[in-house]
Nanobody, 126 residues
Framework: QVQLVESGGGLVQAGGSLRLSCAVS?????????MGWFRQAQGKEREFVARIYRHSGFTLYADSVKGRFTITRDINLNVVYLQMNTLKPEDTAVYYC??????????????????WGQGTQVTVSS
């Protein structure tokens, strides 16, 4: 059983920063292949934010966050981070951590993700 536990959300003014964390709880963390972040704003569909290969560290970002957000991982601690800088009101959403295992690529559509976190609210005020 794999559990993803997010933390670090909150309220911040536009232009500010937040760092989200996602801790992987599992006896088989070595099977985790990719991890990433998605977000869903109220009344909108879920959208991809960023993903990272657990071992190589290769990353991919949505155009809307490129240059402002950075995804990193700590293999030893089994934690993935999302550093969010220069936040904008349109970044307001519930942010979800996601993971795949067994060599599966984490899809930007979100379909086929093996594990999801419970979500953490990020609110950016103007």
């Amino acid at each position: 059983q794999v559990q993803l536990v997010e933390s670090g959300g909150g309220l911040v003014q536009a232009g500010g920063s937040l760092r989200l964390s996602c801790a992987v709880s599992s006896r088989r963390t070595s099977n985790i292949y990719m991890m990433g972040w998605f977000r869903q704003a109220q009344g909108k569909e879920r959208e991809f934010v960023a993903r990272i290969y657990r071992h190589s560290g290769f990353t991919l970002y949505a155009d809307s966050v490129k240059g402002r957000f950075t995804i990193t991982r700590d293999i030893n601690l089994n934690v993935v981070y999302l550093q969010m800088n220069t936040l904008k009101p349109e970044d307001t959403a519930v942010y979800y951590c996601a993971a795949t295992d067994s060599g599966r690529v984490l899809p930007v559509s979100g379909a086929g993700v093996n594990y999801w976190g419970q979500g953490t609210q990020v609110t950016v005020s103007s």
